[in-house]
Structures are given as C-alpha cells and as structure tokens.
C-alpha cells in the first residue's frame, strides 16, 4: 500500500520495485496515486483503488501476459530509461 499522503496528494510516485518489474518487462498492479494521469493504466502498469480492482486486473493480465509484458517494457524503455532520465534532468537544470 502506498503511504496515504501519496494517494490523497495524488503525486504519481509508485516504488522504484514496480519500476524494476516493469524494465524486467514484468507487469505492475499498483495502487492509485496520479500515475496514470502520465503513463500506464491499461496494459502493463495498472492501478488499483479496490480489491475487487485487483482481481479484476490479475484476470486480464493472465488473459493476455504476453502484451501486458511487452506494455510493462515499454513503459519503463519510455519513461525511465537512464539516457531520457538523464537529458531530462540536464536540461531542467540549464545544463
């Protein structure tokens, strides 16, 4: 569970775990905190408010692995590779 200012605030933080499992092209069910405002939210990093939720994502994920994996790659290539992390923080701070 994501500590409860997170999801009030609705800030996007998720645990750098979910971003592991995800680069390993591992699929995510994470707790609503704003994230899906930027990325994720239908295959390979999906949140959850319920429990019911939960296991309403654990069956489509098993109903289609393969593209929640491939989904759960592509998330992590796009928003956290190192280089794109990297430029991007180099360019905010006008280096």
């Not at 997170?6 to 609503?32: H, K, M, N």
């Not at 939960?54 to 491939?70: G, L, M, Q, S």
Request: charged share 25%; aromatic share 10%; net charge positive.
């Amino acid at each position: 569970m994501a500590k409860d200012q997170y999801v009030r605030l609705r800030t996007g933080w998720f645990s750098d775990r979910t971003a592991c499992y995800l680069a390993s092209g591992r699929p995510a069910i994470t707790q609503e905190t704003g994230f899906t405002k930027i990325y994720g939210g239908e295959k390979g990093l999906l949140s959850f408010r319920t429990v019911d939720e939960i296991v309403e994502h654990v069956r489509a994920i098993n109903a289609d692995y393969k593209a929640h994996c491939r989904a759960a790659f592509e998330i992590a290539a796009e928003t956290f590779e190192a280089t794109k992390v990297l430029a991007s923080l180099l360019e905010r701070a006008g280096v």
